[in-house]
Nanobody
Framework: VQLQASGGGLVQAGGSLKLSCTAS????????MGWYRQAPGKERELVAS???????TYADSVSGRFTISRDYAKSTVTLQMDFLTFEDTAVYSC?????????WGQGTKVTVSS
């Protein structure tokens, strides 16, 4: 399975961006799909994740500003990012996980200018 991420870019603080990640084949809703990010000099952080039938989970740093959603028919996970701050600048990577099986998408860079 290949995951294709898109939607990164440059945005001013306070602005919005939407990231999307689509799988090359059907992904069961039993998979957890979500997003990690890694900023320069910092550890990788789980931003948001969502498994079918469950409530989404968010990092405290993005809760209330980011929204994760999935289109199960299209095997897509989307991250709507609002009220972006400079601290959100990072490379964002999507993933799909079921037990020990993990698929990764390529990173997409998000740069927030202050």
């Amino acid at each position: 399975v290949q995951l294709q991420a898109s939607g990164g870019g440059l945005v001013q603080a306070g602005g919005s961006l939407k990231l999307s990640c689509t799988a090359s084949r059907s992904i069961s809703r039993t998979y957890t799909m979500g997003w990690y990010r890694q900023a320069p000099g910092k550890e990788r952080e789980l931003v948001a994740s969502l498994m079918g039938g469950q409530l989404p989970t968010y990092a405290d740093s993005v809760s209330g500003r980011f929204t994760i959603s999935r289109d199960y028919a299209k095997s897509t996970v989307t991250l709507q990012m609002d009220f972006l701050t400079f601290e959100d600048t990072a490379v964002y990577s999507c993933y799909a996980k079921y037990r020990e099986i993990v698929y990764w998408g390529q990173g997409t860079k998000v740069t927030v200018s202050s």
